[in-house]
């Protein structure tokens, strides 16, 4: 399974980006999926992750209210919209994909596939 991800560039503070995220031979929405972010000297966390199939998400507290995960099934892809962006988004931004019609997950280990990652750089 290969996930591809893109959107990722440079934006000033309070800017806006939209990540890409697709695949062809796996139906998106029948599977946990998530988005992670990587900063350098940091380990990976999660910044949104979703069940589409039960309806539930979870997005970190530092990001509520600025990203939106979405999806197009049509497309198989999902996205996320990142607005309000401060610098401290700075990180390689990765999508992931777990179980099939697994629960919601919040762990790197509980994926197993993950996009290239794109970077996402916030600065003036």
């Known amino acids: 399974v290969q996930l591809q991800a893109s959107g990722g560039g440079l934006v000033q503070p309070g800017g806006s980006l939209r990540l890409s995220c697709a695949t062809s031979g796996r139906t998106l929405s029948y599977y946990a999926m998530g988005w992670f972010r990587q900063a350098p000297g940091r380990e990976r966390e999660v910044v949104v992750a979703?069940?589409?199939?039960?309806?539930?998400?979870y997005y970190a507290d530092s990001v509520k209210g600025r990203f939106t995960i979405s999806r197009d099934s049509a497309k198989n892809a999902i996205y996320l919209q990142m607005n309000s962006l401060k610098p401290e988004d700075t990180a390689v931004y990765y999508c992931?994909?777990?179980?099939?019609?697994?629960?919601?997950?919040?762990?790197?280990?509980?994926?197993?596939?993950w996009g290239q990652g794109t970077q996402v750089t916030v600065s003036s």
């Open positions: 979703v069940v589409w199939t039960g309806g539930t998400s």
């Open positions: 992931a994909m777990g179980s099939h019609r697994g629960g919601l997950a919040l762990n790197a280990n509980e994926y197993h596939y």
